[in-house]
């Protein structure tokens, strides 16, 4: 038999406190639930459907994705001549003509065309690199009682500051090893008309290369159009820079210092060690060749020249650059497309394994 306090938390039973208030016992209720048998029996189909699924999502990919025009150059070792096995330290120029429609189709030029730089072997997903920044400097919040840059805060990497001939120490902005280590190769795009012997310039865009959500998160600690007069002799370059905060883009004061797209662009670290960032935009716009308006034409030689600045000797590394089209899922990658396709083996193996087990036990 059953102690008596057991008999009085039976269920439904009513009992008053000491307050007098009426409690009632939960009453636990019984319902009908369907519930899943993960059996070899049951999961057989779910396998092949999902197979199914990867399928056609990777054959899709890979027909979308996979299929636009681009044209590579490595130009790891452009600069490099006669016995000359060093790669460069300082500065040079290389060049090369490109054909736009070898191995791609001629038809698939339209706009919008973009120049990518590809990196190999370079790996921005250290963890401790990824973590030299400091993001209140980079919103332009880190500043002093008189409203100058501050010292960095203490996540970059040392040395994060700098003296100058006076002897007063200055803030290194942008501050850590991401923005210490910006790709500074410049790129030109140029083109030749049928009959002609001159080179035309392509008008290459700087904006719109960094996402939007990502440059709300950069801005100038003084006035865009006062960088120089109000942050010089105060703050200090990165060590590996050769120029200043304000030199980024000094045409255009919106995409000047920390509000920089290259900048922006760079500062978003790869999860892979090869990785691609976009570089420059094509100005379909330009009212001077109007003959790209409407995408790169297929009838004519284009030139690319590049210069070289960003050593890779330092990591093994190859540099590559990149004529691509734009699409609704960003540059040609058949990465994602080949791995839908493995899911998609993976699911049938299984499915066919579970299919031809169920069969033996019947």
Known sequence: MGD????????????????????????????????????VHTMWGPF??????????????????????EVVWDYTDCCETGENTDRPKDSCKCSKVVNITKENNQAKWDRDILLYYELENFHQNHRQYADSRDDKQLNGDRLKSDGFPDLPFSDCEDPHNNDNSSGETLPIIPCG??????????????????????????????????????????????????????LEGKIAKPRDWTKQLWELDPDNPSNNGLENEDLIVWMRV???????????????????????????????????????????????????????????????????????ISAAIFFFSFGFLFSALTRLDQ
């Open 177 to 230: 090893s991401i923005a210490n280590s910006l790709f500074n190769d410049t790129v030109k795009l140029s083109f030749k008309k049928d009959n002609s012997n001159q080179w035309n310039p392509v008008s290459l865009l700087r904006t719109g290369i960094a996402m939007p959500f990502d440059k709300k998160r950069f801005n100038n600690p003084v006035e865009d159009s006062q960088l120089s007069t109000e």
């Open 48 to 69: 092949l459907v999902m197979g199914c699924v990867m399928l056609v999502l990777g054959g899709g990919l890979l027909y979308v994705q996979g299929g636009y025009n």
């Open 4 to 39: 008596k306090n057991d008999m009085e938390d039976m269920p439904g039973e009513e009992k008053k406190t000491w307050l007098g208030i009426v409690k009632e016992s939960y009453q636990q209720q019984t319902s009908s639930v369907w519930t899943p048998e993960y059996t």
């Open 270 to 340: 790869s999860a892979l060690a090869n990785f691609r960032k976009l570089w420059r935009r094509v100005d379909h716009e330009d009212q001077k060749h109007t003959e790209l308006k409407d995408g790169l034409n297929t009838a004519y030689p284009y030139k690319l020249e590049i210069e070289y600045n960003y050593d890779v000797s330092g990591f093994n590394g190859r540099k590559k650059v990149i004529i691509a089209r734009d699409n609704e899922f960003g540059a040609k990658n058949t990465a994602m497309g080949w791995l839908a």
